[in-house]
């Protein structure tokens, strides 16, 4: 347990669903960022959160859809997600000088 | 866009040997952290150099920093299977946290018995 909790696991669904991935921290930290990890690449910042406010998103497509209620929770909703869109999403945390706390990841498959 | 490449993609060592392991930018990074993943699991920092030329270690694990902040090394002496896992670098492109890291793609290690 690194403190930064994802739910759920794993995740199966079709393109015409719709789902959302969450992550919650208690840890005390103001920025809260989500990533995808694909296989052999290097991951790839999707959005970033200070303050519940957002101040990055890395050209994501408009399919995934983040919300930050709280400092504590970030969701990503997900609809009419391609087979292309199947990796690892990552949740991480972070406060200055502290380095980032990641949570375990979603393995998300879209078929 | 800052671009970290890491070398080699692949290591497999066994138990009791050493192993080093490269991270390379053309860019200056205010800091550089290096963490571990295991299967089914987050990134896990390992470590956060800040400063060129800065050497810390954390057991068998040496990190060093590159003089001019752009490169970065991991040595492992004496491999033991428990350090088998994906180590990515990762440079930060401001002095606090609250900018984006940029990642390597990985260097997937395997260390057997």
């Known amino acids: 347990e690194t403190g930064v909790t994802q739910t759920p696991r794993h995740l199966v669904m079709g393109m015409t669903n719709k789902k959302s991935l969450k992550c919650e921290q208690h840890?005390?930290?103001?920025?809260m960022y989500w990533y995808k990890q694909s296989a052999k690449k290097p991951l790839e910042l999707m959005f970033v959160?200070?303050?519940?406010?957002?101040?990055e998103n890395n050209s994501v497509p408009s399919r995934f859809s983040p919300e930050c209620p709280n400092s504590s929770h970030l969701f990503l909703h997900l609809h009419t997600l391609q087979p292309e869109d199947s990796a690892l999403y990552l949740c991480?945390?972070?406060?200055?000088?502290?380095?980032?706390?990641f949570g375990s990841g979603t393995r998300l498959t879209v078929v | 866009t800052q671009l970290l490449e890491q070398s080699p993609q692949f290591l497999s060592i066994q138990e009791g040997e050493n192993l080093t392991v490269y991270c390379n930018s053309s860019?200056?990074?205010?800091?550089l952290q290096w963490y571990r993943q295991e299967p089914g699991e987050g990134p896990v920092l390992l470590v956060t150099?800040?400063?060129?030329?800065e050497v810390k270690k954390l057991k068998r694990l040496t990190f060093q920093f590159g003089d001019a902040r752009k490169d970065s090394s991991l040595h492992i002496t004496a491999a033991q299977p428990g350090d088998t896992g994906l180590y990515l670098c990762?440079?930060?492109?401001?002095?606090?946290?609250?900018?984006?890291?940029?990642f390597g793609a990985g260097t997937q290690v395997v260390v057997t018995p």
């Open positions: 991480a945390s972070s406060q200055p000088g502290l380095g980032y706390t």
């Open positions: 959160y200070n303050f519940k406010e957002q101040t």
């Open positions: 840890l005390g930290h103001n920025a």
């Open positions: 990762a440079g930060a492109e401001r002095d606090d946290s609250w900018g984006k890291l940029q």
């Open positions: 860019s200056v990074f205010s800091s």
């Open positions: 150099v800040v400063t060129g030329g």
